[in-house]
């Protein structure tokens, strides 16, 4: 079956750091490939999207992922963070044609220190 | 502008009673989806509908139902068989059901006591 895994339950970096949030998924084909934020009590945001083409992608709020087919890997980066980014990040799949719905992540909390 | 909106935001509820919580979109969406979050379990899928006047049960439906008469509206009522329906509850849409982009709406929060 199809799986999405976001080994990082939570991460503490410094502000201006850089950050990487991992995200391995299980599919037999290249699937399409999500990063959202969500900020407490929030709904979610989508980041960036790939579905083919160029394997890194580059999102809103300074983001990037990039897509490592030998990996199964869709790792989300940002070169320096901020205090805003302080949030919760879920990387999600859908993988067409075994199912219609998009596949969660268990989400990953970062925390900011100034 | 565009978007999904979810009321209230926040809603309380007294064990026993059926409560249903509202989802609007005006993006003209053919897609709705219903998600639970409770902490550290990510989103779990209630309902999907893919089209008006159809919906299919996600992982977790029981103890939940909802209804689409209209394309802008999918509210999802739950029940008082639902053991747990304390949580919060975030409605999505996408433009159909080949398009696995969601759009989210800000979310309702159920305490039930």
């Known amino acids: 079956a199809q799986s999405v895994t976001q080994p990082d339950i939570h991460i503490t970096v410094s502000e201006g750091a850089s950050l990487e949030l991992r995200c391995n998924y299980s599919?037999?084909?290249?699937?399409?490939l999500f990063w959202y934020v969500q900020s407490p009590g929030q709904g979610l945001q989508l980041l960036l999207k790939?579905?083919?083409?160029?394997?890194l992608v580059q999102g809103i709020k300074g983001f990037e992922a990039e897509f490592k087919r030998s990996q199964s890997s869709f790792n989300l980066r940002k070169p320096s963070v901020h205090w805003s980014d302080a949030a919760e990040y879920f990387c999600?799949?859908?993988?067409?044609?075994?199912?219609?719905?998009?596949?969660f992540g268990t989400g990953t909390r970062l925390q900011v220190f100034p | 502008d565009g978007g999904i909106t979810q009321s209230p935001k926040y809603l309380f509820r007294k064990e026993g009673q059926n409560v249903t919580l509202s989802c609007e979109q005006n993006?003209?969406?053919?897609?709705m989806y219903w998600y639970r979050q409770d902490p550290g379990q990510g989103l779990r899928l209630i309902y999907y509908?893919?089209?008006?006047?159809?919906?299919q049960k996600g992982d977790i439906a029981e103890g939940y139902s909802v209804s689409r008469e209209k394309k802008e509206s999918f509210p999802l009522t739950v029940t008082s068989a639902q053991k747990n329906p304390t949580a919060f509850y975030l409605c999505?849409?996408?433009?159909?059901?080949?398009?696995?982009?969601?759009?989210f709406g800000p979310g309702t929060r159920l305490t039930v006591t």
């Open positions: 999505a849409s996408s433009i159909d059901d080949r398009s696995y982009e969601q759009y």
């Open positions: 599919y037999g084909a290249t699937p399409y």
């Open positions: 790939y579905f083919s083409g160029d394997t």
């Open positions: 999600a799949v859908g993988a067409p044609p075994h199912t219609d719905k998009l596949i």
């Open positions: 993006l003209n969406h053919d897609a």
């Open positions: 509908s893919q089209i008006v006047n159809d919906f």
